[in-house]
Nanobody
Framework: VQLQASGGGLVQAGGSLRLSCAAS????????MGWYRQAPGKQRELVAA???????NYSDSVKGRFTISRDNGKITVYLQMNSLKPEDTADYRC??????????????WGKGTLVTVSS
């Protein structure tokens, strides 16, 4: 299973970015997809996640500003980030819990995409 992330970049405070993460490979179903981030000198934290049935979970720090969504047909998850703040600057990585055709469940990570918010 491969997760291909895109959409990071440099934006001014108050601006917006949209991250995308497309999954491919030997996939029967994706149970949960989410975004994590890690800022320099800090631990990785969950930003947002969404289940196959559309249930979402957000970090308190992004509630009301970020929206996670998924396109099950394209096996893609999106993270719309609005009202960005300098403290949102981090390396963002996509994560997925995947059930393969054999029924085996695995956890997969994509490469990071850097988001930099200038003040």
């Amino acid at each position: 299973v491969q997760l291909q992330a895109s959409g990071g970049g440099l934006v001014q405070a108050g601006g917006s970015l949209r991250l995308s993460c497309a999954a491919s490979g030997s996939i029967f179903s994706i149970n949960v997809m989410g975004w994590y981030r890690q800022a320099p000198g800090k631990q990785r934290e969950l930003v947002a996640a969404i289940t196959s049935s559309g249930i979402t979970n957000y970090s308190d720090s992004v509630k009301g500003r970020f929206t996670i969504s998924r396109d099950n047909g394209k096996i893609t998850v999106y993270l719309q980030m609005n009202s960005l703040k300098p403290e949102d600057t981090a390396d963002y990585r996509c994560n997925a819990e995947v059930t393969g055709p054999s029924g085996r469940v695995g956890n997969y990570w994509g490469k990071g995409t850097l988001v930099t918010v200038s003040s």
